[in-house]
């Protein structure tokens, strides 16, 4: 959304307008790429587009994923493309729906939902984030994560 801006890049949306995401050329939804570690790393990228493309997974994701990387991801084309693309990692599928693979029980996406979860009830309790700071927000959730982290460690070291 345009929360707070004055001069709006589009007309305004009035109540019971007939509104629907995607029409015409401007982009109206904004997506999370989010890469989850199974030891706890976070990482966010806000990316502008109607629909997710190679493109756009590469630049949120380029550098930051090791060789060797196992990379679990439903079965959406850009991350088909993207594990086509990238040799360097191993890249498995999920149906979304399913979200744990049938054969082998450790391939699954619950990680990530839980995170998609709890990112929803942070961003909540601010009563709709603008699209222009969605990404400070991802990078604060991602940062108190890695504070709650820090603190059990402390934690046991002191006990």
């Known amino acids: 959304n345009n929360k707070g801006d004055r001069d709006l890049i589009r007309t305004p949306r009035k109540r019971s307008s007939g509104f629907s995401r995607n029409e015409g050329e401007d982009v109206s939804v904004v997506q999370v790429v989010t890469a989850v570690e199974r030891k706890g790393d976070k990482m966010f990228r806000v990316v502008e587009t109607k629909r997710l493309t190679e493109a756009n997974i590469t630049e949120a994701l380029d550098g930051k994923l090791q060789k060797g990387t196992i990379l679990i991801t439903d079965k959406h084309p850009s991350?088909?493309?993207?594990?086509?693309?990238?040799?360097?990692?191993?890249?498995?599928?999920v149906k979304a729906k399913e979200h744990v693979d049938k054969n082998d029980r450790g391939v699954h996406l619950q990680t990530v939902n839980q995170t998609h979860k709890q990112i929803r009830q942070f961003i909540g309790k601010f009563n709709v984030v603008g699209t222009k700071y969605l990404q400070n927000y991802l990078n604060w959730y991602a940062y108190e994560g890695k504070i709650q982290e820090n603190k059990a460690v402390i934690k046991q070291w002191v006990f």
């Open 79 to 93: 991350y088909k493309a993207f594990g086509k693309t990238n040799t360097e990692l191993t890249h498995k599928t």
